[in-house]
């Protein structure tokens, strides 16, 4: 076991690790700085079947915690090349991350790589102290599904939040099985589709997404050529309608667009124009070429349907610009949150090891301390 700590850089006692294990990629880095060392696939290759595996498909609670080890060790000792023991690390999460998830990297942190302490830092909270704001709707289009929350004067409000299964695994479905019907006899890979959505597709027009399989359908756009062990061409019209299903309505009326109108409809009124002019968008989806603009075209046309101009009276919608790509904006606001002593959000090795457990915002136990101290004295 002490080999695997040979040559491993210590850390010194005040610099933090800095972790986010997204369902595709895991990035990861050191508090203060401005990009991450590196990002990862969220996979390792099992020990036992040899196959590769994405740590968000595990199969239960022991299987993920195999996962976990084989993942963070991989992340440690061959990629951060730090020694875990006694470190100090922040994991950003989702406020909507499963239990589950949350309580076995902990117990896998804590007692099988005896870190010192974890602070469970939320993403949409996390990513708006990029902006030095207090108020945003934070949209986090990532690669199973996309998440919002609305968060007014540093506080997330929790009755508004929407999810829905839309993000990069849709868009890769639907160009997945298109090249299998032009290309029988090409092996389709993953990696192989999603090199050529960032390559060759985009989020088309409104306008142009409205005529799209109709009558007055426009011309599409040219083909491109994808070299790969075998030459392919990428027709237009599939590099055109790859993201078009993040704005189709599912049979309960919802898309990208309606998750943000609902949210903004489930705040209270007096906060709704605030949240409207202060949109940011996180996650590698979002940095498609058109996306953005798309989005704003879809949200304005929506406002002035039947559908919400009685309900919502807003007429703009404003989009912030964080300091940095997309895809790492909330691994950059763990990297600022790391820069402070924040030692009441610390998890401690010692308080885990006391109680085996992770306090969360959903437990009463953890939301009534304050009020029994009051009631004690």
Same mark, same amino acid.
């Given at each position: 076991?002490?080999?695997?700590?040979?040559?491993?850089?210590?850390?010194?006692?005040?610099?933090?690790?800095?972790?986010?294990?997204?369902?595709?990629? @895991?990035?990861?880095?050191?508090?203060?700085?401005?990009?991450?060392?590196?990002?990862?696939?969220?996979?390792?290759?099992?020990?036992?079947?040899?196959?590769?595996?994405?740590?968000?498909?595990?199969? $239960?609670?022991?299987?993920?915690?195999?996962?976990?080890?084989?993942?963070?060790?991989?992340?440690?000792?061959?990629?951060?090349?730090?020694?875990?023991?006694?470190?100090?690390?922040?994991?950003? +999460?989702?406020?909507?991350?499963?239990?589950?998830?949350?309580? @076995?990297?902990?117990?896998?942190?804590?007692?099988?790589?005896?870190?010192?302490?974890?602070?469970?830092?939320?993403?949409?909270?996390?990513?708006?102290?990029?902006?030095?704001?207090?108020?945003?709707?934070?949209?986090?289009?990532?690669?199973?599904?996309?998440?919002?929350?609305?968060?007014?004067?540093?506080?997330?409000?929790?009755?508004?939040?929407?999810?829905?299964?839309?993000?990069?695994?849709?868009?890769?479905?639907?160009?997945?099985?298109?090249?299998?019907?032009?290309?029988?006899?090409?092996?389709?890979?993953?990696?192989?589709? +999603?090199?050529?959505?960032?390559?060759?597709?985009?989020?088309?027009?409104?306008?142009?997404?409205?005529?799209?399989? @109709?009558?007055?359908?426009?011309?599409?756009?040219?083909?491109?050529?994808?070299?790969?062990?075998?030459?392919?061409?990428?027709?237009?019209?599939?590099?055109?309608?790859?993201?078009?299903?993040?704005?189709?309505?599912?049979?309960?009326?919802?898309?990208?667009?309606?998750?943000?109108?609902?949210?903004?409809?489930?705040?209270?009124?007096?906060?709704?124009?605030?949240?409207?002019?202060?949109?940011?968008?996180?996650?590698?989806? @979002?940095?498609?070429?058109?996306?953005?603009?798309?989005?704003?075209?879809?949200?304005?046309?929506?406002?002035?349907?039947?559908?919400?101009?009685?309900?919502?009276?807003?007429?703009?919608?404003?989009?912030?610009?964080?300091?940095?790509?997309?895809?790492?904006?909330?691994?950059?606001?763990?990297?600022?949150?790391?820069?402070?002593?924040?030692?009441?959000?610390?998890?401690?090795?010692?308080?885990?090891?006391?109680?085996?457990?992770?306090?969360?915002?959903? $437990?009463?136990?953890?939301?009534?301390?304050?009020?029994?101290?009051?009631?004690?004295?």
């Amino acid at each position: 076991m002490l080999r695997n700590y040979e040559g491993v850089r210590f850390l010194s006692n005040k610099q933090m690790v800095i972790f986010d294990i997204g369902s595709a990629y @895991t990035k990861f880095g050191y508090a203060g700085e401005p990009t991450p060392r590196g990002i990862i696939r969220t996979e390792i290759k099992c020990p036992e079947t040899k196959e590769l595996r994405r740590i968000y498909d595990y199969k $239960n609670t022991e299987d993920l915690y195999q996962l976990l080890v084989e993942f963070l060790h991989a992340l440690f000792f061959r990629h951060v090349v730090l020694s875990p023991k006694d470190a100090r690390i922040v994991v950003l +999460e989702s406020l909507l991350s499963p239990t589950q998830f949350r309580n @076995t990297l902990a117990k896998v942190l804590f007692r099988h790589f005896e870190i010192g302490s974890l602070m469970l830092l939320p993403t949409h909270l996390a990513t708006i102290s990029t902006l030095g704001i207090n108020s945003a709707l934070v949209l986090d289009v990532g690669y199973k599904e996309a998440t919002l929350i609305p968060i007014f004067e540093g506080e997330p409000i929790l009755k508004a939040w929407q999810a829905l299964p839309l993000g990069g695994q849709v868009v890769h479905e639907y160009l997945m099985k298109s090249l299998k019907e032009l290309y029988p006899n090409v092996d389709v890979t993953e990696k192989m589709v +999603e090199d050529i959505k960032v390559r060759t597709c985009f989020v088309t027009t409104l306008e142009r997404s409205v005529k799209l399989g @109709t009558k007055e359908a426009p011309n599409p756009p040219p083909f491109v050529k994808y070299p790969g062990v075998k030459s392919i061409d990428i027709p237009g019209e599939v590099r055109e309608k790859a993201f078009e299903v993040l704005w189709e309505r599912d049979n309960d009326n919802l898309s990208l667009p309606t998750m943000i109108l609902n949210a903004i409809m489930q705040c209270p009124i007096d906060v709704r124009r605030v949240l409207a002019e202060n949109i940011l968008l996180i996650g590698g989806t @979002t940095m498609t070429k058109g996306f953005a603009s798309r989005l704003k075209s879809e949200l304005l046309s929506l406002v002035r349907s039947d559908l919400y101009s009685e309900k919502l009276k807003i007429q703009k919608f404003m989009f912030h610009t964080a300091p940095s790509k997309p895809n790492y904006t909330a691994w950059l606001g763990g990297a600022i949150f790391g820069t402070v002593d924040l030692p009441l959000r610390c998890l401690t090795k010692e308080n885990y090891l006391k109680s085996d457990r992770v306090p969360d915002w959903v $437990n009463l136990i953890d939301n009534q301390r304050d009020e029994l101290i009051i009631l004690e004295t």
